[in-house]
């Protein structure tokens, strides 16, 4: 009797315990929390639902199955992000709903249709809900998820297992039913732009054939259609295209994580515009940026595993200098072999790329943020501004400054 009432209790402080520690997870942290029991009943919610039909997201993920061993990442419409998980106790699944987090703000009510909550509530709850929801990343994200989940269960779940897990939700606003007809209370839609046209715009997409698109998106009948005077409605065309287009990259070589930079980029880029050209110009970046980094992907998987191992190191360290030793260590291989094989297949040196690279990424820096020249530099780990200068005129026959301004006359 002593050892079932022991056991029993154990049991029931351990779901305490785990609620409590939910609880305070989004106390502390501002994101919102809910656990529900079996896919049937509300536990605990920290917006204070009591019933599945007011979970906005609940509808989605109801039928994915139980028992998930690592938290599944959603994201709906392509900035609202959230982690789902189980814990069975006392053969009761649990399912944990952390989320919604914003990785973008919506700047203005017109887009707050792309919200998954936004059709159950009055518009002040929604405006309120948007005002206080947490806006973050999505590595700084799963990395609170990944402490979240080893505190509950005692057990680490690698952020390869996590990341590797997704579910992209589209706005009903994409759907295929919701283009092809006219509706003049959507926003999307007021200026449709020909269905054939835009296929073939996603078809060079995917094939990263970067040629057509620069063809393609040099038509400006495309933009008659899709951009009009009202800025509101411009920003709210542009999520959809930028989720199109990003969902385009991703079925064909790009991992999500590749295409959520490129996308959130270039969607907060689009929250400063004011006008018609700008986004005309923009929509022409983003096309050619997705199918420029498309048709790199297709060509390095052409690389031996060891130079794709390098390229990966090198794009995710641009904040940093590089050795040739540490490059080398990474992927096993020497230092004289390791020279010789990227040499020979990049087809520049790597102190070439290396520089190429940081230079790229200051690029965007430049085009799309307010950030100094100097706060640039440093981000990028150069010794000087002045030698920042000296190399970005090296790779792109221009200084930073006049690269920025030339960008913006162009805009």
């Not at 059709?119 to 005002?131: A, G, H, M, Q």
């Not at 997705?290 to 904040?319: C, G, L, S």
Request: charged share 20%.
């Amino acid at each position: 009797m002593f050892l079932w009432y022991t056991f029993f209790r154990v049991i029931t402080m351990t779901l305490t315990s785990i609620l409590t520690k939910i609880d305070l997870y989004s106390k502390f942290s501002y994101i919102p929390s809910c656990v529900i029991a079996d896919n049937k009943n509300v536990v605990y919610c920290s917006y204070g639902a009591k019933k599945l039909s007011t979970i906005s997201i609940f509808k989605h993920i109801e039928k994915i199955e139980d028992h998930l061993t690592c938290p599944l990442f959603v994201v709906y419409n392509g900035f609202e992000l959230y982690f789902i998980f189980d814990i069975l106790i006392r053969k009761i699944n649990y399912r944990f709903l952390i989320g919604p987090v914003l990785s973008m703000k919506p700047v203005s009510e017109t887009n707050f249709s792309l919200l998954s909550f936004y059709s159950l509530f009055p518009i002040d709850k929604v405006t309120e809900f948007v005002r206080i929801l947490p806006q973050m990343s999505q590595a700084r994200f799963l990395n609170s998820i990944e402490m979240l989940h080893f505190s509950l269960v005692e057990r680490q779940c690698p952020f390869q297992n996590i990341s590797k897990h997704k579910m992209i939700i589209e706005s009903p606003a994409l759907s295929d039913r919701d283009i092809t007809p006219v509706d003049k209370t959507n926003p999307y839609q007021s200026h449709l732009v020909d269905r054939e046209y835009y296929e073939k715009i996603l078809a060079a997409l995917e094939a990263g054939n970067s040629k057509e698109m620069i063809d393609l998106t040099n038509n400006d009948q495309l933009y008659d259609k899709l951009v009009g005077m009202d800025m509101h409605e411009n920003f709210a065309r542009f999520v959809a295209a930028t989720t199109l287009f990003a969902q385009a990259a991703s079925k064909s070589v790009l991992s999500y994580a590749d295409v959520e930079s490129i996308g959130v980029t270039f969607i907060k880029y689009a929250e400063n515009l004011l006008s018609r050209n700008e986004y005309i110009n923009l929509y022409k970046t983003m096309a050619i940026g997705f199918t420029n980094r498309v048709e790199e992907f297709k060509i390095r998987k052409q690389y031996t595993p060891a130079i794709k191992k390098a390229i990966d190191y090198i794009e995710a360290n641009t904040h940093r200098s590089l050795s040739l030793e540490e490059i080398s260590n990474h992927v096993n291989l020497s230092r004289s072999y390791f020279s010789q094989l990227f040499a020979k297949e990049i087809g520049v040196p790597l102190n070439h790329f290396l520089k190429s690279q940081k230079i790229q990424q200051a690029i965007r820096l430049l085009k799309y943020t307010q950030m100094s020249i100097a706060d640039i530099s440093e981000s990028l780990d150069f010794c000087s501004q002045s030698y920042f200068t000296e190399v970005f005129k090296e790779i792109t026959q221009t200084t930073p400054v006049s690269y920025r301004k030339r960008f913006q006359t162009q805009g």
